[in-house]
């Protein structure tokens, strides 16, 4: 894979909306499983590691290969 375009940290809520809720990028984020609320920058709200990510099934892989269809590399976990 390509470091570069690798990008683990994705967000589900863009940081242009969170920005505007923020003060010098800190937002309060309240942990509704404790009942507690803390700041938190903007980069760590509203994210999961490879949200948009869509595994491609093996099955699928060699089904392509057997066919000689080429597939992107960037997209086989």
């Known amino acids: 894979m390509n470091k ?3 990008v683990k940290k994705q967000h589900y809520v863009p940081q242009v909306y969170l920005r505007r809720f923020s003060i010098k990028n800190q937002i309060n984020v309240l942990d509704k499983f404790n009942d507690k609320s803390y700041p938190s920058n903007i980069k760590d709200v509203a994210e999961e590691n490879r949200f948009y990510d869509i595994p491609i099934p093996s099955e699928i892989i ?13 997209f086989v976990f």
Request: negative net charge; aromatic residues 0%; without cysteine.
């Open 62 to 74: 060699e089904l392509a290969k057997k066919s000689g269809i080429e597939i992107d590399h960037q």
């Open 4 to 6: 570069e375009k690798d």
